[in-house]
């Protein structure tokens, strides 16, 4: 990689803009994981059980799915900045009304309208990236993105667990609606206008965007392979609250510690993703990642049917697993947005919607399997990343056959 590549990486204000977008970027994992260990005390406060839980997990999952459709085609139009700050505000209203609800209906609803909120923060701050950094650097800027903001998830199942341990749940949700508001202070401040031409809003121009994406060679293999492996993540994750503290008798104010292995191999998976975003191509390392990850839920399947109620058998792995996500999905994303700078936000939210969508029709999949055992969680993690790797061959592929190096910063006209 040449002087100028690494420039941004390297200048104050570009570190600055790095930590701010990875703020934003948390506003996701934030609203999933303060959220864990307080979902057994819900169930039993709402009356209700694991399956509806789970849905409300995935509601949430579903709003920010859904958005994204919406969000790149005006965020394209309209600026990166007005959809941020109302996205950002509807979150923060959302999250009291969560704090506020008296069913789980209730609280199914202002999770969805929670996620149509928090889909804009990702999202656009991805989009950002892009803007700032160009192609060639946005795979390195959102690795180190990715290690800034994996504080959320380090710190977010502990605090959960210890506000869980002294207070009642709905305090998760009115810290969630105070993080918000800070973020939106941080949006009015620091965060300018990047869209660099404004596109028509005209919805046979969005779908001819989104028709162009979806017939793109590697776009959609890739894209699919990078939702799969999130998938993995947060069907672990929807299902850890019953499986840790329910099924395995973990107390709920440690429960946060069995994520801390989790945040380390994430944290290394993104440095070392950061690392060879200079040495091999995007797919390169996208499908060393998914490999990974594939190895990963295959131990945790291997220890868990030799120890059926060893916290480690679950935790080890899980470990790896997060250094297989750090690898893939910076790479994954780079590398499906290399080739359409001109629709960088229509790019990111139709991403975004197979990310989100797929993990929430995997996570309520996984609701109605898991009664009394964590095997069918294991079940899913392992098929979805056997899937994965599958298209992440078929994404690598296309990709050599489709693009010739000196294409990589050909723009479309």
């Known amino acids: 990689m040449n002087s100028h590549s690494q420039r941004p990486t390297l200048d104050p204000e570009a570190r600055l803009t790095l930590a701010i977008l990875a703020c934003l970027v948390a506003l996701g994992p934030l609203s999933v994981d303060m959220y864990l260990p307080a979902m057994p005390a819900m169930a039993e406060a ?16 579903w709003g920010f799915s859904v958005f994204h459709l919406a969000c790149g085609p005006l965020a394209d139009r309209y600026g990166r900045r007005p959809l941020l700050l109302a996205g950002t505000g509807l979150f923060v209203l959302a999250s009291i009304g969560c704090a506020q609800a008296a069913t789980v209906e209730e609280l199914t609803t202002y999770r ?20 700032v950094f160009g192609p060639r650097d946005a795979a390195r800027a959102l690795s180190l993105i990715a290690m800034i903001m994996a504080l959320a998830p380090a710190i977010a199942p502990g605090l959960g667990g210890l506000l869980m341990r002294y207070l009642p749940w709905p305090v998760v949700f009115v810290f969630l609606a105070t993080y918000g508001t800070v973020v939106l202070y ?31 060679p590697v776009f959609l293999p890739v894209a699919i392979a990078s939702a799969l492996v999130y998938s993995g993540l947060i069907a672990y994750l ?13 107390p709920v104010e440690y429960f946060g510690l069995i994520f801390l292995s989790s945040v380390v191999g994430y944290v290394a998976g993104s440095a070392l993703s950061a690392r060879l975003a200079s040495q091999y191509e995007p797919a390169q390392v996208m499908l060393a990642g998914g490999a990974l990850a594939a190895t ?23 470990a790896l697993y ?6 893939t999905l910076p790479h994954a994303m780079a590398l499906a947005m290399a080739h359409f700078p001109h629709i960088a936000a ?15 029709v995997i996570t309520a999949s996984v ?19 056997i899937l994965a790797t599958g298209f992440m061959m078929l994404g690598r592929y296309r990709h050599r056959r489709s693009f010739k190096p000196s294409q990589e910063n050909t723009e479309p006209s």
């Open 46 to 61: 709402l009356t209700t059980d694991t399956v509806h839980m789970h849905l409300t997990m995935s509601a949430y999952l």
């Open 112 to 131: 969805f309208i929670q996620g149509i909120g928090a889909c804009t923060g990702p999202t656009l701050a991805r989009t950002i990236t892009r803007d």
């Open 186 to 216: 941080v949006i009015l401040r620091h965060i300018p206008e990047t869209l660099p031409h404004p596109q028509s809003l005209r919805p046979v121009r969005v779908a001819a965007n989104y028709l162009l994406l979806l017939r793109d």
């Open 238 to 250: 929807a299902s850890s609250g019953f499986v840790f503290i329910t099924m395995l008798g973990v």
């Open 296 to 318: 990963a839920t295959l131990l945790m399947l291997v220890l868990h049917l030799l120890a059926p109620t060893s916290v480690l058998a679950l935790v080890l792995p899980m």
């Open 322 to 327: 997060s250094v297989a996500l750090g690898i």
């Open 346 to 360: 229509t790019n990111a939210a139709l991403f975004g919607f197979l990310q989100m969508g797929l993990s929430a």
């Open 367 to 385: 609701g109605s399997l898991l009664v009394s055992s964590p095997l069918p969680m294991i079940l899913v993690m392992f098929a979805t990343q």
